[in-house]
């Protein structure tokens, strides 16, 4: 266990904790550089969906893993994101701004649906935005003139300045440096004060707002980050379909992106990346173990969403850090070796008083 | 009188979404855990019903109680083994275990019961009850009279029971309840049952009209609609909301264009959470510190 001896404010709000730390992330970073080198393209194109997947979760972790907000509707900025960028491609807007606007609209839709939603927590909040992703299914199915209904519309090639990053490795970086672009300013959001805001507010809402905290305010600006995140996840979602139609952004596509996050790790910037990096790897897992198990078992028709939902217990029932938490306690164990405690991250369990009052 | 037919075949609907409804309050009442998984249940309560009628060749009332018991089982075990480690996490935790919960039971339904649809024996098929130019199905007024004989039974029993009471303790303060000799696990795994046997019964009389198929559970997502627009944590409440998303769904089907009946549901709910969070008959305060 490494101790930091902290004497200056800036050593605090640091990215990088320490030159172990730069170390690492730089060997990360030159190895996601030279990656087109040496992956084939199919590999290339799922790196840069664990990167879209990334940045969507980047946006839903701001909401759950920060602010302490649940979002059962997700897919709904997802879709708000790959329609607007396809619209206003065809309108004919360069591929940045493009991006940025649909980023913006994606966010105007959430503070939409964060404002009048800001009463209410837990299970309401949730079943609000699920209700609010299922309407826009149906907007985008018979908004024809738009959205091209059920018979789905193509995406415009991503063309900016004379080169074509629609596929293969330009489109990796595309995403690539989207991504970077994404957590920096994520990170960045997360030690300013409204950043602090938020994690006030998920730990206690109540106290934060004895601390002067405007609760609506920051609630409203966390709904809106987060569904611009995921905007912009969206328009890039938009290229590497190439076709988009209203069964891309499902119940499950929502359900599949809190999973990420909760797998992942909640609270927890590289936890986002675990969990992109699983859900992208486990239908791959399943496609080759259809092919080896006995038909019986590998034909079964929903064998996806149904191991996708068997992890989820297992992870909550298990290991509720995720898979950042489980590295971290790898870590510590073998930095502590002979003397590591279980009991140090024994779970804090409460036990509840109702809110009803009959 | 078309209107009237309409209402009916609403009233109908409706009353399926609070069945489940009742499903979702009864589990919410006693544990403060919220179960979204409560219309798989009632879908797993159909195939079981198709298993016993249909495939084992039980009678109808012999196979409907051999379904609500099997089922009542399912709960208990789902309780003792997912839910019960869960007792004292976020709610939060609860909410995604009870999705994946939906999703596993989907998987299994599809791998036992295969993914085409099926329809269920039962003894009303095809009879019509005629009042004047009304022509309301058997089983349109078997699951009103199911509906209605249910919640009055579980009002009763939340009312004046000492069981139903203890269950009301339970879910508002675990730990008093515990210290009053209140056997708070044990009621946690009876309400399991109790709930999963509702979503049973609301299965064996849907099944009817409806075909079974592993995704019909996804009504319990506007059977929540229902519970909330109800108030939740009201029995009363679920049915008077799944009545009142059942009459709107049927009436936007008729006057509205195509979409807006799939809708009606998510509206009404959106536009009650503006008005009125707390629903209808409201149980819930804000948590003081």
Known sequence: MRFIFKTRYQQDIDLFKHNGQRFWYGVLAVLVLVAPLFLDTFYLGELSLVYIYAIAGIGLMLLVGYTGLVSLGHAAFLAIGAYAHSWFMRQGLPLPLSMLAAGLVSAAAGAMVGRPTLRMTGIYLAIATLAFAIIVEQIIAHWEPVTGGFRGQLVPDAVFAGVDLSRGAPFYYLCLLSTVLCLLAALNLLRSSSGRAMIAIRDSEVSAQSMGIDLARTKTVAFAVSAGFTGVAGALFAHKLGYLAPDAFTMLTSIQLLLMVVVGGLGSMPGVFYGAIFIVVLPQFIAIMRDTLPAAVGQIPGLEPGLFGLILILFLIYEPEGIRGRWVKIRQFFSEFPLYRKATHKRQKSYLRTERVR | MEILQILISGVSQGCVYGLIAMGFVLIYKATEM????????????????????????????????????????????????????????????????????????????????????????????????????????????????????????????????????????????????????????????????????????????????????????????????????????????????????????????????????????????????????????????????
Do not use: D
């Open chain 2, 34 to 289: 919220v179960n979204f998984a409560q219309g798989e249940l009632m879908m797993l309560g159909a195939y079981f019903a198709y298993t016993f009628i249909n495939i084992l060749g039980m009678g109808y009332l012999f196979g409907f109680m051999a379904t609500v018991l099997s089922m009542g089982l399912v709960g208990v075990v789902l309780e003792r083994g997912i839910l019960r480690p869960m007792i004292g996490e976020p709610p939060f935790a609860v909410l995604m275990i009870t999705i994946g919960l939906g999703f596993v039971l989907r998987a299994i339904a599809g791998a036992v019961w295969g993914t085409e649809t099926k329809s269920l024996s039962n003894p009303f098929t095809g009879q019509v009850a005629r009042v004047g130019e009304l022509a309301v199905g058997y089983e349109n007024l078997a699951i009103i009279a199911g509906t209605t004989v249910l919640c009055i039974g579980f009002y009763l029993f939340f009312r004046f029971t000492r069981l139903g009471i203890a269950m009301q303790a339970a879910s508002q303060n675990q730990l008093a309840a515990y210290y009053v000799g209140i056997p708070v696990k044990r009621i946690y795994s009876l309400v399991w049952a109790l709930s999963a046997a509702l979503a049973a019964v609301a299965g064996v009389l849907v099944a009817p009209v409806s075909l079974l198929e592993p995704v019909m559970g996804f009504i319990g997502i506007k059977a929540f609609c229902a519970a909330i627009v109800g108030g939740f944590g009201s029995l009363p409440g679920a049915i008077l909301g799944g009545l009142i998303v059942g009459i709107a769904e049927q009436f936007a089907g008729l006057y509205l264009p195509p979409g807006f009946a799939a809708t009606t549901a998510y509206v009404i709910l959106l536009v009650m959470l503006l008005v009125r969070p707390q629903g209808l008959f409201a149980t819930m305060q804000q948590k003081k510190v």
